[in-house]
T-cell receptor
Framework: NAGVTQTPKFRVLKTGQSMTLLCAQDMNHEYMYWYRQDPGMGLRLIHYSVGEGTTAKGEVPDGYNVSRLKKQNFLLGLESAAPSQTSVYFC??????????????FGPGTRLTVT | DQQVKQNSPSLSVQEGRISILNCDYTNSMFDYFLWYKKYPAEGPTFLISISSIKDKNEDGRFTVFLNKSAKHLSLHIVPSQPGDSAVYFCAPRSHKLIFGTGTRLQVFP
């Protein structure tokens, strides 16, 4: 039982390049999330998904796109990376009952640097 | 407009003593509150939670207190251990979690 895994762990991009971060969970959770963490800012929600085929915007969605084609995977895309997107990205998933989600389980993070 | 505030960015406590981490929130619709612990280079891990129908929840050395009238919750760690050194986030929930900015706890021998 791997929990939540993220690929890659580290990445350096040049401004304007694109990339996709992959998140996978094996807990059969309905809900999945992408956060970014910057110094002194806590965790800010980028996008989330309440089920396969559905996505929604979080607090800081600009510059990112997501897809949830399979229940166990949640992809975060950067179409044209900017230095402001330098951050640590965390994926999480959670159990839910109806519209209520419970504690979230986090992946180990992806450290992204955009030069 | 910050809905969740952890006003102490850092806290230093001697091993064996009590650590008290505080969290203030503004939204009275929050119905469930969670605390997460985060070590460097790792993702946050769930620590303890409390429902808004309670004012206290205890799990071993960890106790969370909720004061709804003051919109304040606190996490008590007794006794504190060096392995508790981490960043602690409070995260109230409405339909999704809102994370505070975190408090870095350092427990020294």
């Amino acid at each position: 039982n791997a929990g939540v895994t993220q690929t890659p762990k580290f990445r350096v991009l040049k401004t304007g390049q694109s990339m996709t971060l992959l998140c996978a969970q094996d807990m059969n959770h309905e809900y999945m999330y992408w956060y970014r963490q910057d110094p002194g800012m806590g965790l800010r929600l980028i996008h989330y998904s309440v089920g396969e085929g559905t996505t929604a915007k979080g607090e800081v969605p600009d510059g990112y796109n997501v897809s949830r084609l399979k229940k166990q995977n949640f992809l975060l895309g950067l179409e044209s990376a900017a230095p402001s997107q330098t951050s640590v990205y965390f994926c999480a998933s959670s159990y839910s009952r109806g519209l209520v989600s419970y504690e979230q389980y986090f992946g180990p993070g992806t450290r992204l640097t955009v030069t | 407009d910050q809905q969740v505030k952890q006003n102490s960015p850092s806290l230093s406590v001697q091993e064996g003593r009590i650590s008290i981490l505080n969290c203030d929130y503004t939204n009275s619709m929050f119905d469930y509150f969670l605390w997460y612990k985060k070590y460097p280079a790792e993702g946050p891990t769930f620590l303890i939670s409390i429902s808004s129908i309670k004012d206290k929840n205890e799990d071993g050395r960890f106790t969370v207190f909720l004061n709804k009238s003051a919109k304040h919750l606190s996490l008590h760690i007794v006794p504190s251990q060096p392995g508790d050194s981490a960043v602690y986030f409070c995260a109230p929930r409405s339909h999704k979690l809102i994370f505070g900015t975190g408090t870095r706890l350092q427990v020294f021998p």
